[in-house]
T-cell receptor, first 116, second 118 residues
């Protein structure tokens, strides 16, 4: 099976702009989670989607939003970019059927966002 | 709230030697799962090993094994016969299901940067 894919791999934006990141999960996986990774904060959970519904949300401002499509692909949007949004954004997918193996998350390569 | 602590920001080990990365966590839950992930310099996060809290037996995957001490809330990773390709950031993660919500929550430690020396 193909792994989790994320596009684009690199992005450079300026403050105030908005950005959309995309994630395609492993085939058959219905849960997609997003994380922000920074050197100082580690991995911070943004949100999780399952069957096009947001099931869980981390402590990020409303500028961060997401959605999931019927094919389980997910997008994350950040509006009004700030310098502090510069980070590696990771997407992870899982099958989610309530067990260790099905709830194990598999990660994509990430999108490196730089805000100038 | 659950927390995961990796107290060793950086470690190094000679090739072919054994190294142990520490991880402690705090939770009042009885049923949960623990993971070690590896993130090489290329950035793709890779699952190394996983453990169910209700299983006494320590998980093993080839050269990787864990020492799971539930009462002490400790979940260390041992890498035997270290190889240059083991150079990476290692993250410990805790996961539990959210009752009634049909979802789960992962909490990651801040990572340990391991360098394998030739």
């Amino acid at each position: 099976k193909a792994g989790v894919t994320q596009t684009p791999r690199y992005l450079i934006k300026t403050r105030g702009q908005q950005v959309t990141l995309s994630c395609s999960p492993i085939s058959g996986h219905r849960s997609v989670s997003w994380y922000q990774q920074t050197p100082g904060q580690g991995l911070q959970f943004l949100f999780e989607y399952f069957s096009e519904t947001q099931r869980n949300k981390g402590n990020f401002p409303g500028r961060f939003s997401g959605r999931q499509f019927s094919n389980s692909r997910s997008e994350m949007n950040v509006s009004t970019l700030e310098l502090g949004d510069s980070a590696l954004y990771l997407c992870a997918s899982s099958a989610t059927s309530g067990g260790l193996f099905t709830d194990t998350q598999y990660f994509g390569p990430g999108t490196r966002l730089t805000v100038l | 709230a659950q927390t995961v602590t990796q107290s060793q920001p950086e470690m190094s080990v000679q090739e072919a030697e054994t190294v142990t990365l520490s991880c402690t966590y705090d939770t009042s839950e009885n049923n949960y799962y623990l993971f070690w992930y590896k993130q090489p310099p290329s950035r793709q996060m890779i699952l190394v090993i996983r453990q169910e809290a209700y299983k006494q037996q320590n998980a093993t995957e080839n050269r990787f094994s864990v020492n799971f001490q539930k009462a002490a809330k400790s979940f260390s990773l041992k890498i035997s016969d270290s190889q240059l390709g083991d150079t990476a950031m290692y993250f410990c993660a805790f996961m539990k299901h959210s009752r009634g919500l049909g979802t789960y929550k992962y909490i990651f430690g801040t990572g340990t940067r391991l360098k394998v020396l030739a």
